[in-house]
């Protein structure tokens, strides 16, 4: 710094230069620190960007924003549904190639955005309606690291009514992150139900056809 500007110990130049160093880095200090201490987003708007998410069909972002109690939970079901369902519905749908194996060599991250593009392509109906709503977030009541968010989601239909619905926030670390919330509970039934295999009765069905599928049944 000194050589550059040719600045000589002694001089009026080098104790100018010595105030502007020491100016320099106390802006870099206050930056540095603001950096640390910047708030984070308060319950309200962490819901509100959750909500933004499932809307905008950001599987990633709305991952992201669940606490990690949450995702092992989510993780927990479908790892239950994928090993206990006879009918390897489940894993078929999930991966059809790798299967088990290959399930648990995934992240529950990895296995929640599986979850998504399963039900974006095979449930377009709930997805829809997912994202085609208004989400009002209208407050919170906090107990301990615990916020229990109050927010209000209308269908985009003519004649729809409001509806009051709670979201459980809980803090990790600054940080808050979604607990539960409806919207990931209707996910994994909805996933539950579309993987679900129906068994043929004893002998298969009349004529080999699946009632209401018009699909040849497979055994389980």
């Known amino acids: 710094f000194f050589q550059i500007f040719r600045f000589r110990p002694g001089s009026g130049t080098w104790r100018k230069g010595l105030l502007l160093l020491s100016a320099l880095s106390c802006l870099f200090c206050a930056r540095g620190v603001e950096s640390q201490v910047r708030p984070q987003p308060g319950a309200d708007s962490l819901a509100a960007e959750f909500q933004a998410s499932l809307r905008g069909v950001g599987w990633r972002a709305a991952a992201a924003r669940l606490h990690p109690e949450a995702m092992a939970e989510f993780h927990h079901r479908i790892t239950l549904l994928v090993e206990m369902d006879t009918t ?82 809980k803090r990790k670390g600054n940080l808050w992150r979604v607990l539960r919330s409806q919207e990931v509970e209707v996910l994994v039934e909805a996933f539950r139900g579309i993987t679900r295999k129906v068994r043929p009765p004893p002998g298969g069905w009349p004529g080999g056809v699946a009632p209401d599928t018009g699909q040849i049944a497979r055994g389980g």
Do not use: N, W
């Open 88 to 169: 390897r519905g489940p894993i078929e749908k999930l991966y059809p190639e790798g299967g088990l194996p290959l399930y648990h060599q995934k992240s529950r991250e990895e296995i929640f955005l599986r979850v998504m593009e399963v039900l974006t392509e095979m449930a377009p109906g709930l997805i829809h309606a997912l994202v085609v709503r208004d989400v009002e977030v209208v407050g919170h009541v906090p107990e301990r690291d615990l916020a229990h968010v109050v927010y209000r989601s209308t269908a985009d239909l003519s004649g729809a009514e409001p509806e009051l619905r709670l979201m459980t926030l």
